[in-house]
């Protein structure tokens, strides 16, 4: 058999998505692991997995005389480049985190056609890129909360930093508590029982979730502010406000991170220690919101 033909059986059965979904679950993984490990994600995964996904699509537009194979792979690529430049620069995610966004975005524009009747998600007529990003941040808040309690609990913090918590909510936002459950208390006589039902399930949601932002942002205060020593430093790292020798300014914040030439400059300044920002591990609940994308659908509409 030619060799062309046989890549085209192997095209229009629908193999080369298949082989990219593997290829990237795989990095996906690689990664995940590695971020855990080191909280560094190596250019070289985000950037084979642009390079793959783009090029097996390229290779399969053409075969197939199908331009818009690789345009939807171009445009996955350039809508999560915006998405991760805003996350980037908010300091939402880090560099590694932000370039692994734009290879997922390169791969899955649209749903696997191999897997639809395989797997049967619940993706209904909703744009499956936005499908990942809902569930990348659904089971990324989970995790971001499952991740800050696991600290707590290995310093023995966990009653303290609740309790404290709680303790500052009531007292900076009490008021706004009690004007909430007046209006509920006025509802439930005057209004339909479901709407009241709403209110007071709106009200618990907003003072559970309240708790858990104070939680999360005291773990971040205490626990992932860390002194180390300008060695150890890396590309990207976050420092704690401006860095000074003698109270004149030798490194300026950035959003961005500190770069390499920063890193060379503090070293050759024999500069011992820096405070910086450590981030929450987040490639991992990234690769568990694109397997659940990929197995499950979009986890709202499973939900409702």
């Given at each position: ?13 629908s ?94 524009y ?32 989970i ?5 800050c ?91 704690i ?11 300026k914040?950035?959003?961005?991170g ?47």
């Amino acid at each position: 058999m030619d060799a062309k033909i046989f890549i085209k059986l192997i095209i229009e059965k629908s193999m080369i998505s298949l082989v990219l979904t593997i290829f990237a679950l795989i990095l996906l993984v690689i990664a995940a692991y590695i971020d855990i490990k080191t909280r560094e994600v190596p250019n070289l995964i985000s950037y084979s997995l642009i390079a793959v996904a783009l090029l097996l699509k390229l290779s399969e537009s053409l075969i197939l005389n199908n331009l818009k194979i690789i345009g939807y792979g171009l445009l996955g690529f350039g809508i999560f480049f915006i998405l991760s430049l805003i996350l980037y620069y908010t300091k939402q995610w880090g560099g590694g985190d932000a370039k692994l966004l734009m290879g997922i975005g390169a791969a899955f524009y649209t749903y696997p056609n191999d897997l639809k009747n395989i797997l049967n998600p619940d993706i209904q007529n909703i744009p499956f890129l936005l499908t990942i990003i809902v569930n990348i941040f659904i089971i990324g808040s989970i995790y971001s909360i499952i991740w800050c309690f696991i600290i707590l609990i290995k310093k023995k913090k966990t009653v303290n930093i609740i309790s404290n918590s709680i303790r500052l909510i009531f007292r900076s936002h009490l008021k706004y508590f009690w004007i909430f459950s007046l209006f509920f208390a006025i509802s439930f006589f005057f209004i339909d029982k479901s709407i009241s039902l709403f209110l007071f399930i709106a009200i618990v949601f907003s003072l559970f979730a309240a708790i858990l932002i104070f939680i999360i942002k005291d773990v971040e205060i205490k626990y992932l502010i860390k002194e180390i020593p300008v060695q150890k430093l890396t590309e990207g790292d976050w420092t704690i406000g401006d860095i000074k020798i003698n109270n004149r300014v030798i490194y300026k914040s950035k959003n961005t991170g500190i770069s390499k030439s920063d890193i060379e400059r503090l070293k050759n300044l024999k500069l011992k220690k820096v405070l910086i920002k450590e981030g929450i591990p987040f490639v991992p609940a990234i690769t568990l919101g694109v397997i659940a994308s990929l197995f499950v659908g979009n986890l709202i509409l499973i939900i409702t």
